[in-house]
């Protein structure tokens, strides 16, 4: 089974902050990682397809990079929506496994 | 807009079988392109992919938990369903229904998610 590792597991942040979360694979996934914000409460909502692709409607103030084993997403700047929990997905295999989470939170 | 709603029972003993159904409406589950998803999520943890299922029957389910699961899909009720046997209080969980674009193998559409609890 392929490993997602995130970092951090709690992020501080402002509002305005650039922020940057990173999710590492256990082996090469290619490109085929996306990314999902969760709020209390709710189901997660996809953001990012593909490692970096915007799904639609999403704001352009998220972006995703990487390849092989590193990804990144970034919050350009930190709005109050944007508090919530972040995870990473990825698919190897017709197997799929998430990211341990990351939350974001208030300074 | 597509939408999926889970529905099921909400207690379940320990050692029976869980049984939830997601109904699609807004679209049809035999649209090619797309797969159906459970995925769960245990009180104040991280997201854990149970399985999936193709409109023509195939079936991919997570490792840890293959032993146990069964997905299935009914096309004339445009639903697809989840039974997970030998449950235990490990098995409590908000579970969730998604689709998954084949495409790119990501959720885009989930259900609201309802809450399961093995308990006697």
């Known amino acids: 089974d392929i490993q997602m590792t995130q970092s951090p597991s709690t992020l501080s942040a402002s509002v305005g902050d650039r922020v940057t979360i990173t999710c590492r694979a256990s082996q090469s996934i290619s490109s085929w990682l996306a990314w999902y914000q969760q709020k209390p409460g709710k189901a997660p909502k996809l953001l990012i397809y593909k490692a970096s692709s915007l799904e639609s409607g999403v704001p352009s103030r998220f972006s995703g990079s990487g390849s092989g084993t590193e990804f990144t997403l970034t919050i350009s700047s930190l709005q109050p929506d944007d508090f919530a929990t972040y995870y990473c997905q990825q698919y190897n295999s017709y197997s799929l496994t998430f990211g341990g989470g990351t939350k974001v939170e208030i300074k | 807009q597509l939408q999926l709603q889970e529905s099921g029972s909400g207690l379940v003993k320990p050692s029976q079988t869980l049984s939830l159904t997601c109904a699609v409406s807004g679209g049809s589950i035999s649209s090619g392109g797309y797969s159906w998803s459970w995925i769960r999520q245990p009180p104040g943890k991280g997201l854990e992919w149970i399985g999936y299922?193709?409109?023509?029957?195939?079936?991919y389910y997570n490792p840890s938990l293959k032993s146990r699961v069964t997905i299935s899909v009914d096309r004339s009720k445009n639903q697809f369903s989840l039974k997970l046997s030998s449950v235990t209080a490990a098995d409590t969980a908000v579970y969730y229904c998604?689709?998954?674009?084949?495409?790119?193998?990501?959720?885009?559409?989930w259900g609201q998610g309802t809450m399961v609890t093995v308990s006697s």
């Open positions: 998604a689709r998954g674009v084949r495409q790119f193998y990501a959720f885009d559409i």
């Open positions: 299922i193709y409109h023509s029957g195939s079936t």
